[in-house]
């Protein structure tokens, strides 16, 4: 950059897209490359955006969303004050940021983690410290509490991780909880909780009570399949809440999205039930994967992770070959989502080649 800027915007590493399926003649390509929800949105939410949003695109949403943070809050037991939307939860994770971080602060996160972490953290001029996770792809939580300092403003903990689908345990959860000061806040960004089978889980909010400083991110883009209208949440203390809001977007969260999230919380159990057959679909190619001889740690996200080494460049080229987009992290591995059942069944077919082959 040759004009007048912030020098810590050249350290941000761009966020990277998953890339789009690959168009290839004659063949029906998948994208399994961002985690998005395999199926369409339900009629009746399609409906409730046609009848009761579109027609108002002409005014301004309800900044602060208070019939959906209403929603939320009746199901949490939480108080609306204690609530806010953001597009998606990567906002709300960066309203947080950008409320308790800056230069010469210090936010302790896993790596690989999210890979929005570290663009949001530089984004506030604050530093990252990046706490390598344990060889089967989970938070080393006692390195993670080592890693906290004076300095530090923000503890994150994904649950489940994203990349890796590692499960961050309650016992490991309630350390961590336990050993940060009091006026620290630990945030738990569990994006991709519904499909998380771990019996052994951290259900943050079961902290909340006890621990005023945990903040919670969840988001509909993900179980709900809202990915495309942008609207997520966060769940903390009133007082941390509303310094949010003065960090947020104006009207980020459109209307339409407002009004197809409320849809879809009124149709869980259905939307449920399309999470567990992707459970179950995730089981049966983590059981196909280890006849063929992967070696992978039990995935609790809707996608899995392949430790691939030096060689996953190579592997991921395997994959757009035949039509296929998955996320490869050059020099570690590659993260795949459990989509469409043609698409995961391709999927294996590459797998079961690239064992054969070596890899």
Known sequence: MSYRHRPIVDTIPGYRQGKPAPALPGVHSYKVSSNENPFGPLPSV?????????????????????EVVSR?????????????????????????????????????YPWRSFEAYPIIVAGAGATSVQVPNRPDGSHDVDAMIAAVTDRTRLVILNNPNNPTSASLADEDARRVVAAVPADVIVLFDEAYFQFN?????????????????????????????????????????????????????PFGVSDVAQQAALASMDVRDELMRRVD?????????????????????????????????????EAADRFTAVGLSVRAFPDEGIRISIGERLA?????????????EGF
Request: aromatic residues 6%; contains cysteine.
């Open 344 to 356: 995961n069944d391709r999927v294996l077919e590459v797998c079961a080649a690239l064992r054969d």
């Open 277 to 313: 057959d992707i459970v179950v679909e995730r089981g049966r190619m983590v059981a196909a994967l280890r006849e063929q001889g992967w070696t992978l740690p039990e995935p609790y996200g809707n996608f899995f992770w392949l430790e691939l080494g030096k060689r996953t460049t």
């Open 72 to 108: 939320i809050a009746d199901r949490y037991g939480l108080a609306p004050e204690q609530v806010q939307l953001g597009c998606g939860s990567t906002e709300v994770i960066t309203q947080l940021v950008s409320l308790v971080a800056g230069p010469g602060d210090e936010v302790v």
């Open 46 to 66: 399609t409906k409730a955006i046609a009848e009761h949003a579109l027609e108002r695109i002409n005014r301004y949403p309800d900044m602060r969303g208070w």
């Open 197 to 249: 089978t771990d019996p052994d889980t951290s259900v943050a909010k079961d902290l909340m009570h006890d621990h005023p400083n945990i903040v919670i991110a969840h988001t509909f883009s993900k179980a709900y399949g809202l990915a495309g209208l942008r609207i997520g949440y966060a769940m903390g203390a009133a007082d941390v809440i509303e310094g949010m809001q003065k960090a947020a977007l």
